[in-house]
């Protein structure tokens, strides 16, 4: 199993500033995803962050108001960009295994944007 | 498209009961299917069911796969107000991980 920091575990933002969310994790791995939980529903997948390239967004998602970095196998950010109340939100950095098809979870950031 | 469906959305019981939460998955190239409990942020790991059949066992819990019918059921006896959460599954199809709605749990004492 892998071990992810991720930080900050909370935050409360003001409308129209911008926070990074960081994820670290204690091995290399090669699959990283960016989910959000907004209130009351299920996970997300915002992006796949990919190493040494730009990552990889899923519908809905775009790079302008999610940028995300990976700069080496086991560290990657999230950017919430000129945030809104809506993007109040749980955001979870995530990590697979693809020759075993687990995925391991880091504690997860809530965001909260007045 | 690739998808997983999970019922019911919510569930209430008191403790002691024995729940059943399901789940069915339409998933192309079809891997695994994994079962998650969230509490509160992260969540953490339950089961990974790759053969049709097989029941996977921990403590109260227990799930199992049915690759013909495309399905999975996790099953939680004499549940306790600890076993209240939202519980996840996911299908795995080597490349990407599709999440389910969820079924929240709520244990009444």
Redo the contacts between chains.
């Keep these: 199993s892998a071990v992810i920091s991720q930080k900050p575990s909370r935050d409360i933002c003001q409308r129209g500033t911008s926070l990074t969310i960081q994820c670290q994790v204690d091995s290399q791995v090669t699959m990283m995803?960016w989910?959000r939980q907004q209130p009351g529903?299920?996970?997300?997948?915002i992006a796949t962050a990919n190493q040494g390239s730009e990552a990889t967004y899923e519908s809905g998602f775009v790079i302008d108001k999610f940028p995300i970095s990976r700069p080496n196998l086991t560290f990657s950010t999230l950017t919430v960009s000129n945030m809104s109340p809506e993007d109040s939100s749980?955001y979870?950095c995530s990590v697979?295994s693809?020759s075993?098809?687990?995925?391991?979870?880091?504690?997860?950031s809530?965001l909260t944007v007045l | 498209e690739d998808k997983v469906v999970q019922s019911p959305l919510s569930l209430v019981v008191h403790e002691g009961d024995t729940v059943t939460l399901n789940c069915s998955y339409e998933v192309t190239n079809f891997?695994?299917l994994?079962w998650y409990k969230q509490e509160?942020?992260?969540?953490?790991?339950l089961f990974?069911l790759?053969s049709s059949g097989i029941e996977k066992k921990s403590g109260r819990l227990s799930s199992i796969l049915d690759k013909k019918e495309l399905s999975s059921i996790l099953n939680i006896t004499a549940t306790q107000t600890g076993d209240s959460a939202?519980y996840?599954c996911?299908g795995?199809d080597?490349?990407?991980?599709y999440?389910?709605?969820?079924t929240s749990l709520t244990v009444i004492p």
């Design positions: 995803f989910y529903q299920s996970l997300t997948l749980i979870l697979g693809p075993i098809g687990e995925l391991f979870f880091g504690e997860g809530r | 891997r695994s994994l509160k942020k992260a969540p953490t790991f990974m790759t939202i996840l996911v795995y080597k490349n990407q991980f999440f389910g709605t969820g």
